[in-house]
């Protein structure tokens, strides 16, 4: 047995480092140390031998199974190393294909806004309301001091259904239902699609945004009206924004004003953007007049309020430069995209 | 509107006064000046000069040398001329060397036929004032000589155009006098009234009864004041008339129209001249159109009027559209000789719906319907009868002035407490301050306690002023707002969130966009009819606008699909093909037919587009957006929704906004159990491929339409969760096999009712058509999970359970392909 014990050593010595692969290597193992392996058939015989050859040829059939296991892990990691070095040639994949694309959802610029907008003034204790798009002439126009034949109505063009339903053209129609519902003090905006009879061009769109801020209390004075439109203007464009009052004109404020803020271009020094005027008109607020509080059924003799509204569309365009107003409405992804970096809903 | 310097300079003193801090002024005290005009500029360098000699040009016969003196104690001037009309002491408009005339030639120093010439004597073309080249322009000898030409003749002249919009409330803002009385209270200057002591003479002399005028609507017109003036001749107006018609963009037609509208102009008050001889019957009547009466307006148009309308009739037929046009018939002409003048206060909406109503919006029916002040209708005839004596000297006024005005305005008064502008205002005004801001703008009373009792003008009475808060008005703006002083609104704390409805919106934005990874689109809530066709939508039932823009935007849309398809297919050439196209829009729909209050339903719409498929056997794309309603759903707290196949004609309730694009085999149904019984909630599917194609979107689309409304009620407002149950459940794998078209739904149903409250949970795992089974059928594979609250299941019991879900499904008719229970294991 012994001498068989070196002819296997031998044979062993032979095969082990000639493994060519990782399955060659398997295949020895398997030859081997396997259940029915070579070297297993050698300590079976082991029994059969005389009691004084029994202690020397386990061992060196022992010794032989260590050399072996160690030689084949030596040769597998070998082999191994070899293997893995050259999968950089052929597992090769091209990095400049694009991938399988997951995420990639955007929320559109004017939700990004109107959601910006709608913080800050939940920040500064107004409530968010929003009421239909299809609104009847009370509320639209009535309820706010603008009674049929007013010639206010024109700069208000107004798409009609036949049964004198209109779009609303305005959020304002939403004051009224929030004084239907509550008693003042009340503080609320609401911001929403509304809707002009107008022809298209680059600054004007039959849909656009529009938040509308509205405030009962007692004693309200247009000092309150301009402090809260500077912070909210501040916040909306996010740096300190300077604002003046100019005399206007709307049926459902009285005092009325028109708001400037100082042109956020140029600061004031005079560009294209402001028509070098360092101003550019923004929006129209006032105090609300006693007929529309009235309207709401609140007692004008006990509260006051002011009003404002601002055009959601107008105020991504400054902040972005947005050069024509259709863009926003168009559904160009490609559009879009520029401004997918709103992280909320 | 037009606003011209020179005009308010006759009733005001604005000498020292920059144009254009008058116009900042007025932009901040009373209405937006948008733009000022300087007129006359491109003639600098002209000026006026004297013809001391001349004398014949020693080269030419038909050329004079003239000796011109620009006054000052300059050194006279030698000018070649060639006009035939030059004369020694004209006084001429001249160019010397160096001017650049209107036409862009800059004069040079240059000799005509041998003789040097130090500028030109111009002619009316070269000017740019006219066509006449017969001849140079001679100036009236009392014309100062050296001064520029465009001074001298009334050209220089700087013209504000004022924002309409900031004067609709004002009807004394329609004229000058109107801003000449704001300006005069702003500097602080007289306000004097244009003259009209000629006029008041010429009709104090006159004797003659009235013309008669009968005013048979008196809600129709407040007051008509009448004036008939013979001896007149008509013709093309004076230059200066002219010029001053073209700085307020106005046109001349012949001195008396001229003259209407010049008066206009300054007084706001709209006047019209008939001819008298096509007023039959001597007399006018102003009434009522009778329905179907024809008119024949000044723009040659006939036009069939309605009762509504109010016109300025004779006996026999309509003479004016009041206070929106004359009538061709009774125009003034050029061989009138006899003029009837109207100044009349017309309904403000009476004239503004028969403009709009006529498509005549003028000058004249702008002005009527913001309410005009009746004092102004005499005030204005005075004004232009004193301009036509200026202008025709023979003309003799026939008749004592008719004024028709049978229920005069009563003065108005407002008591303004003090305390009150300043509570509005903010501002700490003093009580004589207040006063004395209102007295300048024509409001005057006296105190009364605590405040002014004050009588409002009469020209601020008709609309713009009744109320204490229109005076608080007055003084803020002639205060000046550049004084308020911001201040922070202080009110009790209270917490404020976003309404329900903002929430959701929300909610889904963040699923929908943010999760799901569509691009959130917005688009126009309207379409025309072809889109809806297109959609397989009858036209009719669209809610329908009115006054559309244009026809393929007259309806309302009914459901948010074709946005998404039309905004797919806009974008597929540009997106890339290896990445589905996923877009959402949150958006309302519109219903023709549902009650006013539910016409207007809130929606998420949201489709996934696969421009890289040919076909989609297994329908994953579709499947795909089931999923992204799914997980919507779950995430915003939506629980026991049902999902129903949507049959080959989906009947979801009529309330639905229509799903007229599904495919016929791939639709869903999510239903959600209301307490009205079960409502849907969504509608899935993939797009009808006659549909897609006709929105010209390639590859294969599904979508899904959401009511936001019914999420919103169907929202749980607490979690569901339970503590985990005790035991362990063990689960059990069955394959079944059914016929192609079952729904997994069914016999996910059947597996859940097997054994009551042991059954935790079924979870559907495969899908199998093909070898094995046979045609028409296909197989599906579920894990179901056993548990009991009681105690760990036996292995007995779980056999016993296994039993039970195996003879549901074979009483319920089904197959049994294969069952193998991991009796024990909880899964992993």
């Known amino acids: 047995v012994a001498h068989t014990i070196e002819e296997l050593e031998r044979t062993a010595r032979d095969e082990i480092p000639a493994a060519g692969d990782l399955p060659a290597v398997e295949d020895l193992r398997r030859r081997w140390l396997g259940k029915s392996g070579l070297l297993q058939e050698v300590l079976r015989g082991i029994g059969a031998l005389p009691a004084e050859k029994r202690g020397p040829v386990g061992k060196a059939a022992n010794e032989l199974k260590a050399w072996i296991e160690a030689e084949l892990l030596r040769v597998e990691s070998t082999l191994r190393t070899a293997q893995e070095g050259a999968i950089g040639d052929a597992e090769w994949v091209d990095a400049t294909l694009p991938g399988e694309r997951r995420g990639g959802g955007l929320v559109h610029p004017v939700a990004q806004m109107r959601r910006e907008l709608e913080d800050v003034c939940l920040s500064m204790g107004f409530e968010v309301l929003d009421g239909p798009w299809v609104e009847d002439e009370r509320h639209n126009f009535e309820a706010l001091n603008i009674p049929k034949d007013h010639p206010a109505r024109d700069s208000q063009d107004t798409f009609w259904f036949p049964d004198g339903r209109c779009l609303r053209t305005h959020t304002s129609p939403v004051q009224i239902r929030a004084m239907e519902t509550r008693t003042p003090p009340i503080r609320v905006v609401s911001i929403g699609r509304v809707f002009r009879n107008e022809a298209l061009d680059a600054g004007h769109e039959n849909t656009f945004h529009q938040i509308e801020g509205f405030l009962v209390d007692r004693d309200v004075t247009v000092g309150h009206l301009v402090h809260t439109l500077r912070t909210l203007l501040s916040e909306a464009f996010q740096r300190s924004v300077e604002v003046r009052l100019r005399p206007s004109f709307f049926p459902f404020t009285e005092p009325s004003f028109e708001m400037d803020v100082r042109c956020l271009v140029c600061s004031g020094t005079g560009c294209p953007v402001c028509k070098r005027t360092g101003w550019v008109e923004l929006l129209g607020c006032g105090l609300v007049h006693p007929a529309v509080l009235k309207a709401g059924g609140i007692d004008p003799s006990q509260w006051s309020g002011f009003a404002f509204g601002l055009g959601v569309d107008r105020v991504l365009m400054m902040r972005h430069r947005i050069e024509d107003i259709r863009r926003l409405m168009a559904g160009e992804l490609s559009f879009l995209r520029k401004f997918a970096t709103g992280v909320e809903g | 509107m037009r606003l011209s310097w020179r005009l308010l300079s006759e009733m005001v003193d604005l000498r020292r006064v920059d144009p254009a801090e008058a116009a900042r002024l007025l932009t901040f005290r009373t209405a937006e000046v948008e733009h000022v005009e300087h007129l006359g500029g491109s003639l600098s360098g002209v000026v006026t000069a004297k013809v001391r000699a001349v004398d014949p040009h020693p080269g030419a016969d038909r050329l004079r040398l003239c000796t011109v003196d620009v006054g000052g104690g300059a050194q006279l001037l030698r000018v ?176 008396l129209v001229d003259l209407t509208n010049l008066v206009m102009a300054e007084q706001g008050q709209p006047l019209h001249a008939f001819d008298l001889r096509e007023v039959r019957g001597g007399a006018v009547r102003v009434r009522r159109a009778a329905a179907g009466e024809r008119f024949t307006a000044l723009d040659e148009k006939e036009r069939t009027l309605v009762a509504d309308d109010l016109v300025i009739a004779d006996e026999e037929r309509v003479l004016a559209l009041a206070g929106v046009m004359g009538g061709a018939a009774s125009a003034v002409g050029a061989d009138t000789t006899t003029v009837l003048l109207e100044s009349a206060t017309f309904d403000p909406g009476r004239v503004r719906r028969s403009a709009i109503r006529h498509g005549l919006r003028t000058d004249a029916s702008a002005r009527f319907e913001k309410s005009l002040d009746p004092a102004g209708a005499p005030a204005a005839a005075m004004r232009w009868l004193e301009l036509l004596l200026a202008h025709v000297p023979g003309a003799r006024v026939a008749a004592r002035t008719t004024d028709v005005y049978p229920r005069p305005l009563l003065p108005l008064a407002i008591e303004l407490p003090f305390d009150l502008v300043r509570r509005r205002l903010g501002l700490p005004l003093a009580d004589a301050e207040i006063v004395t801001r209102l007295a300048s703008v024509g409001f005057r009373g006296s105190e009364v306690p605590g405040g002014v009792r004050v009588r409002v003008p009469s020209w601020r009475a008709t609309k713009d002023v009744s109320i204490p808060e229109d005076l608080v008005e007055e003084v803020g703006r002639l205060h000046g707002y550049e004084h308020v ?281 495969d899908l199998y058509e093909g070898k094995g089974i046979p045609a028409g059928q296909k197989s599906l594979a579920f894990t179901v999970a056993f548990g009991d609250e009681g105690g760990t299941l036996t292995g007995k019991t779980l056999e016993k359970l296994q039993g039970r879900a195996i003879d549901a499904l074979t009483r319920a008719g089904w197959k049994v392909r294969m069952e193998s229970g991991a009796a024990g294991e909880p899964p992993a």
């Open chain 2, 485 to 765: 002083v911001p201040e922070p609104h202080v009110a009790p704390m209270v917490a404020v969130r976003p309404s329900p409805e903002r929430s959701l919106e929300r909610a889904t934005r963040a699923v929908l966009g943010l999760d799901l990874a569509h691009a959130e689109v917005a688009h126009y809530a309207f379409h025309g009819e072809a889109e809806a066709q297109k959609l397989g939508l009858d036209p009719a039932t669209l809610l329908r606008l009115s006054n559309p823009l244009s026809s393929e935007q007259d309806r309302m849309q009914a459901t948010c699909v074709q946005n998404l398809l039309r905004i797919a297919a806009r974008n597929q050439p540009t997106e890339p093909r290896t990445a589905p196209l996923r877009l959402a829009e949150w958006t309302r729909v519109f219903s023709a037919s549902a009650p006013a209050d539910r016409a207007e339903v809130p929606v998420v719409g949201c489709l996934t587009a696969r421009a890289d498929l040919e076909s989609d056997p297994r329908g994953d794309v579709f499947r795909g957006v089931v999923e992204d309603v799914r997980v919507l759903l779950e995430r915003v707290g939506v629980r026991g929704v049902r999902v129903a196949d949507g049959g080959e004609a989906p009947r979801h309730d009529a309330q639905f906004p229509p799903a007229t694009w599904l495919h016929p085999g791939r639709s869903a149904v999510f239903t959600h159990a209301g307490d009205g019984g079960p409502q849907v909630l969504a509608v899935v599917g993939e797009v009808h491929p006659r549909v897609r194609r006709a929105f010209g979107v390639a590859g294969v689309a599904a979508a899904a339409e959401v009511r936001l409304d019914r999420v919103l009620a169907a929202r749980a407002s607490e979690s569901d969760y339970r503590a985990p149950p005790r035991f362990p459940e063990s689960t059990f794998d069955v394959a079944v096999v059914v016929p192609r078209k079952t729904p997994a739904a069914e016999v996910e149903a059947v597996l859940a009712r097997c054994a009551g409250g042991a059954v935790r949970s079924v979870r559907w795992f």
């Open chain 2, 80 to 255: 070649v001329c060639g006009a035939p009309n030059v004369a020694a002491g004209q006084t001429v408009c001249f160019a010397p060397v160096g001017t650049t005339l209107p036409n862009g030639v800059t004069l040079k120093k240059a000799k005509i036929r041998g003789v040097e010439s130090e500028g030109m004597i111009c002619a009316e073309d070269e000017m740019g004032l006219g066509t006449a080249h017969d001849g140079i322009v001679v100036l009236d000898p009392e014309t100062p000589v050296g001064v520029p030409v465009s001074e001298a003749l009334g050209l220089s002249d700087v013209v504000f155009d004022v924002a309409n919009s900031a004067i609709t409330s004002r009807p004394d803002l329609w004229g000058h006098v109107g801003f000449a009385r704001e300006l005069a209270a702003i500097l602080d200057r007289r306000f004097t009234a244009p003259p009209t002591d000629a006029a008041q003479r010429a009709v104090g002399a006159a004797g003659a009864d009235p013309f008669p005028v009968r005013v048979e609507d008196e809600a129709g017109c407040r007051r008509y004041v009448a004036l008939v003036v013979e001896g007149v001749a008509n013709g093309p107006s004076p230059a200066g008339v002219v010029r001053r018609l073209e700085a307020l963009g106005l046109r001349a037609v012949s001195l």
